[in-house]
């Protein structure tokens, strides 16, 4: 900070500003206060590059805080916090779904103006849930507020709602989904098959369309099966018909993981065994 100062007399006092030892940078300015030079403290440079660190810590503090907000409105289950890029255990049959998941990260910005979302479909055990979570938590990173949840907790989250609040408590689940940027749907279909589970399902899935927000849907079921079991009682897809607008379809082929993990297992039992 520099200070302009014209008459003679602050000048002469000029020469005897206090000085830092360590750095010998001004410890103290002279101002024009009604026409006479007064000393005011200010920071030298040591100072002021500790006060800069202070401040980037605060940043960093405030930001942390925000992120762990921002988490614990995801409704995100503490077991899929680890499903994240870094702990991608790539092979040959997934390393085109890591591609899919960074990238459509990397494209955010694109993917949100154009409502893209996606529809993960396939067997069980092949790495749908993983794969939606780690784009869940790549974007949380970045603090994109984003929920992530299966149909069924989900479902059952607005039950429990409507239970203490009544039917306003209800809606209000239903509007702060509408907060989030994105919303990943874990296991759409594995819910109850009743005309009301249709009901809300529909509910969320019309309010993201109409606020052109995408989603990332998960489901074991084939296309068919999952528009047989969204479809409502009067026949019509409407559900369905929303999702196939919003969401590319990209089949998860492979062999279960699960399987593989289930071996991986048997052969540390046999050790024991034997
Ligand atoms: N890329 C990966 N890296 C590490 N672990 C993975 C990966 N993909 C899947 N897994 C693990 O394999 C198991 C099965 O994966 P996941 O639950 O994602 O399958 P899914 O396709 O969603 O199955 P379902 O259709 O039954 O829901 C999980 O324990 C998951 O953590
Ligand atoms: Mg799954
Ligand atoms: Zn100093």
């Known amino acids: 900070m520099k200070v302009a100062l014209g008459s003679t007399k602050i000048s002469e006092s000029q020469s005897n500003v206090k000085t830092c030892p360590k750095c010998g940078g001004k410890k ?10 007064r000393k005011v403290p200010c920071l030298c440079h040591c100072e002021s590059e500790k006060y800069e660190r202070l401040q980037e810590t605060e940043e960093q503090k405030q930001k942390m805080l925000r992120l762990e907000k921002l988490r614990s409105h995801s409704l995100m289950g503490k077991q899929f916090e ?3 890029f870094e702990n991608f255990e790539l092979n040959n049959q997934n390393k085109g779904m890591y591609k899919l998941g960074k990238n459509y990260c990397k494209n955010w910005q694109e993917m949100k103006e154009r409502n893209m979302g996606l529809l993960l479909y396939g067997s069980p055990g092949t ?3 993983f794969l939606a979570f780690c784009i869940a938590n790549g974007l949380l990173d970045y603090m994109i507020p984003v929920i992530a949840i299966s149909s069924i907790g989900l479902l059952n989250r607005i039950k429990e709602t409507y239970d203490s609040w009544g039917r306003e408590g209800e809606i209000e689940i239903i509007n702060n989904l509408k907060n989030a940027s994105l919303l990943v749907l874990d296991d759409l279909g594995a819910e109850n098959n009743t005309s009301w589970a249709k009901e809300k399902i529909y509910e969320i899935i019309d309010s993201r369309y109409r606020d052109g927000k995408p989603c990332i849907i998960t489901t074991n079921l084939t296309r068919e099966g999952l528009k047989k079991k969204l479809t409502g009682d009067d026949g019509i897809s409407r559900t369905y018909d929303r999702i196939v607008e919003m969401c590319y379809p990209i089949e998860i082929r492979g062999q279960s993981r699960r399987i593989e993990t289930a071996k991986e297992k048997e052969e540390v039992i046999k050790k024991l065994i034997n």
């Open 28 to 37: 103290e300015l002279i101002v024009n206060i009604a026409g006479e030079g």
């Open 127 to 129: 790495g749908k849930t």
């Open 82 to 84: 680890n499903c994240t």
